[in-house]
């Protein structure tokens, strides 16, 4: 999708492991390597960019060594 693209750049991110689709009930499915989040296609595109910036698509920091 051609709103997502221009969404991730203008958060300054790139493109490669996003993806989006229409569902069948006409919500929009964005996916990741991380998982999916889900928005009703009225104003999804400005509910993805808030998420984006709040960092919701952010990889989650690794957990730290266990010391033994």
């Given at each position: 999708?051609?709103?997502?693209?221009?969404?991730?750049?203008?958060?300054?991110?790139?493109?490669?492991?996003?993806?989006?689709?229409?569902?069948?009930?006409?919500?929009?499915?964005?996916?990741?390597a991380g998982g999916?989040?889900?928005?009703?296609?009225?104003?999804?595109?400005?509910?993805?960019?808030?998420?984006?910036?709040?960092?919701?698509?952010?990889?989650?920091?690794?957990?730290?060594?266990?010391?033994?």
């Open positions: 999708m051609r709103m997502l693209q221009d969404q991730l750049r203008l958060q300054g991110r790139r493109a490669e492991g996003f993806s989006a689709s229409v569902l069948a009930d006409g919500s929009i499915r964005v996916k990741t999916a989040a889900f928005y009703p296609a009225q104003g999804w595109a400005s509910r993805f960019g808030r998420h984006l910036k709040q960092g919701y698509f952010d990889p989650a920091p690794a957990a730290p060594a266990q010391r033994r």
